[in-house]
C-alpha cells in the first residue's frame, strides 16, 4: 500500500518567516501535487512536480521533488496571513487512475 | 466556465439510512472521482468514473457505491450509514483520462452528519 506522510502535521507562524513542509514515502510516483485548502473549499491545485530532482517556485512558494521521485517538499519564503490553510500533497502513478493524499499540514500564520 | 458543483452542501442522516451525493464536473470533463476526507483519516479515494465506467476504485466496504451518466454527472449513494461515515465527501473532475499529471478539480464537498 503507498503511504505518503506529511511533518508538520500542524504549523502556527508569524507572519514574515519562512516555513518547510515535507512528504515522504518509500513508494516511487510518478509525479506529486500539492494542493491548498481553505475552510468549506475543496482542494486547489498549486503545483504538478514530474522529474525527479524538479524544482518549482511559485511567487513565494518553491517546490521540489526529490531525485529518487519519493519525496517532496513546499518551502514557503515570507509567509502572510493569506498562506494559511491546509496543504495537502499528492502522489499519482501512470497506469492508474487513483491518488493518493498525505494527511496534510494546517499552517496558521499570525498577522 | 463553471466549476464543480456537489449537492447538497450539507447534509443530517440518521443511522441505519441511506444518502445519495450528487456532482457535476466542469463542462467537458469525462472524468469523476470521490473522496471521503475526514480529520483522523484525511483524504481518502473512493471511486473514479469515466465514460460511465468506474476504473478504479479504494478501499472502501460495498455499502459505498457510485455510478456516472452519460452527461458526466455522478452520484454517490452510501447504504446503512454508520457513524463513522460522517466525513467531507469531494468530487473533482479531470478533462479525459486522467493522466497523472492531469489537473483534478474539487468541488467545495458535501458535509455529511450521521446521527
Known amino acids: 500500500t503507498q503511504l505518503l506522510e506529511q511533518s508538520p502535521q500542524f504549523l502556527s507562524i508569524q507572519e514574515g518567516e519562512n516555513l518547510t513542509v515535507y512528504c515522504n514515502s518509500s513508494?516511487?510516483?510518478?509525479?506529486l501535487q500539492w494542493y491548498r485548502q481553505e475552510p468549506g473549499e475543496g482542494p486547489v491545485l498549486l503545483v504538478t512536480?514530474?522529474?525527479?530532482?524538479e524544482v518549482k517556485k511559485l511567487k513565494r512558494l518553491t517546490f521540489q521533488f526529490g531525485d529518487a521521485r519519493k519525496d517532496s517538499s513546499l518551502h514557503i519564503t515570507a509567509a502572510q496571513p493569506g498562506d494559511t490553510g491546509l496543504y495537502l500533497c499528492?502522489?499519482?502513478?501512470?497506469?492508474?487512475?487513483?491518488?493518493?493524499f498525505g494527511a496534510g499540514t494546517r499552517l496558521f500564520v499570525k498577522a | 466556465k463553471a466549476g464543480v458543483t456537489q449537492t447538497p452542501r450539507y447534509l443530517i442522516k440518521t443511522r441505519g439510512q441511506q444518502v445519495t451525493l450528487s456532482c457535476s464536473p466542469i463542462?467537458?470533463?469525462?472524468?469523476v472521482s470521490w473522496y471521503q476526507q475526514t480529520p483522523g483519516q484525511g483524504l481518502q479515494f473512493l471511486f473514479e468514473y469515466f465514460s460511465e465506467t468506474q476504473r478504479n476504485k479504494g478501499n472502501f466496504p460495498g455499502r459505498f457505491s457510485g455510478r456516472q451518466f452519460s452527461n458526466s454527472r455522478s452520484e454517490m449513494n452510501v447504504s446503512t450509514l454508520e457513524l463513522g461515515d460522517s466525513a467531507l465527501y469531494l468530487c473533482a473532475s479531470s478533462p479525459q483520462n486522467r493522466a497523472p499529471t492531469d489537473t483534478q478539480y474539487f468541488g467545495p464537498g458535501t458535509r455529511l452528519t450521521v446521527l
Open positions: 499528492a502522489g499519482a502513478n501512470t497506469g492508474g487512475f487513483k491518488t493518493i
Open positions: 512536480v514530474v522529474t525527479g530532482g
Open positions: 463542462s467537458g470533463h469525462r472524468s
Open positions: 513508494s516511487v510516483f510518478s509525479s
